[in-house]
């Protein structure tokens, strides 16, 4: 039937076909631009579907972009240094493995970059002029940073402006309130949306790929 597909549930490792449920072509299949939820809860995906269809998306509301390149990440590397207590106009540096949910863990967990580690990685001032033009500009701007390759979203604020994201990192500058977005992204709600809608893109040990195309289609509610 070209309107409807049925999905057997997997049982121990074997197809159970007496365990059926029909999924409606123009709800799962038909938007090309709607990652295929076959893998999820229907009813998940049912409340996915209502989500989308009353909220914008994230890439609508905000700039969601990648932190840094392969090449931009290296040339990075050469500006890094360790210092404790950055004096004014000084970048700390972040990258996945530092950020936690509303929190940035420098200077209490080591930052892993390009086989090296730094406790309280650094961009001088003397160097700052060093970095990409792209990536210099995000970092003096207020924004918020999302960790990748994580079970949950996890995003931290950037209230100040003086943080540089590393790579395999993903910065967001909304349109509104950055407490709010924060909020939102971090929400029970929005990982339940995530994770359903992209269980079929699961990694080893049940990570998540949370960037730039991933977190564009999340649906927000905004406020004035």
């Keep these: 039937n070209p309107e409807s597909f049925v999905l057997y549930e997997r049982m121990n490792s074997e197809i159970d076909k007496t365990v ?34 009353t909220y914008p998306s994230l890439g609508e509301v905000a700039e969601v972009l990648g ?27 972040i990258n996945s493995g530092t950020i936690d949910r509303y929190n940035m863990l420098w200077g209490y967990k080591k930052m892993n970059y390009i086989k090296d580690s730094y406790l309280c990685p ?24 999302v960790a990748s390759m994580t079970k949950v979203i996890e995003c931290a604020i950037d209230l100040n402006g003086d943080i540089l994201a590393g790579k395999s990192t993903t910065v967001i500058f909304p349109q509104g309130n950055l407490k709010y977005f924060v909020g939102i992204l971090n929400s029970t709600l929005v990982n339940y949306y995530f994770i359903n809608t992209f269980a079929g893109n699961r990694l080893s040990g049940g990570y998540l790929r949370v960037g730039p195309p991933q977190l564009k289609t999340i649906p927000i509610r905004t406020i004035d």
């Design 122 to 145: 650094t961009i001088k001032a003397v160097d700052i002029h060093n970095l990409p033009i792209k990536r210099h500009e995000q970092a003096k701007t207020p924004k918020i940073i």
């Design 67 to 93: 932190a840094a390149t392969v090449n931009e990440a290296y040339m990075i590397k050469q500006l890094i240094s360790e210092e404790s207590n950055p004096a004014s106009g000084q970048l700390k540096m």
């Design 20 to 53: 059926s449920q029909k999924l409606p072509y123009s709800t799962f299949f038909c938007n090309p631009k709607v990652p295929w939820e076959i893998f999820s809860d229907t009813k998940a995906s049912y409340l996915n579907s209502r989500l989308r269809g």
